[in-house]
């Protein structure tokens, strides 16, 4: 099956002579999530930068559907954002604060050119705000009126108004506490088998917390330095890691599932 999407031999730096990021490859199975692991300053969210056509790799290619992307080609990139779309580690900073619930929701429905249409946005309102567990009604409040387990499942709304296929995620639940991150998480689990009559969508999430990507995803990809040091059907890889590096993370993390 071709991937949703795929990162082939990608390199990038910031700096001239500076890899953060070198041969770093993977794919992204339709309906299949994908965790993205490693220490602070590994280079994840360079990665995910990358993916969502924020950064241009310096070599390399990121595939979509198994065709080549390139984000400086603004038809594609427009086609590409209406099938990718992204949740941020920080709930109170990523919502604007002088929009309405309503707004917030709207606007990528507006940006991405999928409608216009009152009735249809409202209709594309209420079907993502029932499938992340919120009233229908609070579209008229503000971000300041929730909580933040409650404004990351209105950011998660936001991004599955479009009806991506992907959803990338840069710490989800990071900044969210331990009650508050489990139910998230069954959410994105959720939205990634489907609900609601929504068709499921595959899940890229960013993290350092394994314990998060155990609970959550089929494949995980290790990352040391900017270098896939290990990657593969997740049980297997917590089960039995190959790679020392691996082997560290996972004696940080407690209580992981064994594989039998
Ligand atoms: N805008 C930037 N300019 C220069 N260097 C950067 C920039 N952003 C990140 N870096 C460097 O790139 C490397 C990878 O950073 P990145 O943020 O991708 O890592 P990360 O794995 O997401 O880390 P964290 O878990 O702390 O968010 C780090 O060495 C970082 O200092």
Do not use: W
């Not at 929504?198 to 330095?225: F, K, Q, Y």
């Amino acid at each position: 099956m071709t991937p949703v999407l795929e990162a082939r031999n990608i390199h990038f730096g910031y700096r001239r002579n500076q890899e953060v990021l070198t041969d770093v490859s993977f794919a992204v199975e339709e309906g299949s999530n994908v965790g993205l692991v490693g220490e602070s300053g590994a280079g994840k969210t360079t990665l995910l930068r990358i993916l969502l056509g924020l950064a241009i790799p310096s070599a390399g290619q990121v595939f979509s559907d198994g065709m080549p992307f390139d984000a400086r080609d603004r038809k594609q990139l427009r086609a590409y954002r209406r099938m990718t779309q992204t949740v941020f580690q920080d709930p109170y900073s990523s919502l604007d604060p002088r929009q309405t619930i309503g707004q917030i929701l709207a606007e990528p429905l507006r940006s991405l050119g999928i409608t216009t249409n009152a009735t249809e946005i409202r209709q594309h309102m209420a079907e993502s705000l029932r499938a992340v567990g919120l009233p229908t009604d609070i579209t008229k409040r503000y971000p300041a009126e929730f909580s933040g387990g409650q404004r990351q499942r209105i950011a998660i709304a936001r991004a599955i108004a479009p009806n991506p296929r992907v959803l990338l995620a840069d710490e989800p639940v990071s900044a969210l506490d331990v009650s508050t991150r489990i139910k998230v998480i069954d959410l994105l689990a959720e939205l990634g088998r489907g609900v609601d009559g929504r068709t499921g969508m595959s899940v890229v999430l960013v993290t350092h917390d394994l314990g998060v990507v155990a609970a959550l995803c089929d494949r995980v990809v290790i990352l040391e330095n900017g270098r896939v040091v290990e990657q593969g059907d997740t049980r297997s890889v917590m089960g039995l890691p190959q790679n020392g590096y691996t082997k560290r993370l996972l004696a940080s993390v407690p209580r992981l599932p064994v594989v039998p």
